[in-house]
């Protein structure tokens, strides 16, 4: 009977060692799957955008009907809670 607790302890550090070892290979692989999912995508990325330019070279009528520079110009939006702060102390200024 002094035996079972004995073994039932060595069983449990087993069972904790082989929990661990399936935890760590499951992280590991779970790892690699999505970095090949990343690189995949990135790859086709490349791949589309290349065709992109390739296509978009050969074909010249589209690129005189498309404004290039109008994507990168920069507007300065104040936001509307400024606007209404701005409002309300000119206008407590002017009374």
Do not use: C
């Not at 070892?21 to 990135?42: E, H, Q, T």
């Amino acid at each position: 009977m002094a035996t079972f607790p004995a073994l039932n302890f060595e069983v449990q550090v087993i069972a904790a060692f082989v929990i661990f070892v399936f935890g760590y290979v499951a992280l590991f692989s779970s790892l690699m799957i999505f970095l090949f999912l990343a690189k995949g995508l990135y790859e086709s990325a490349k791949a589309v955008r290349a065709y992109a330019v390739r296509y978009g070279s050969t074909n010249t009528s589209n690129l005189f009907d498309i404004e290039i520079q109008a994507h990168r110009q920069k507007r300065f939006v104040i936001p509307s809670w400024k606007r209404r702060l701005a409002e309300a102390t000119s206008s407590s200024g002017k009374d």
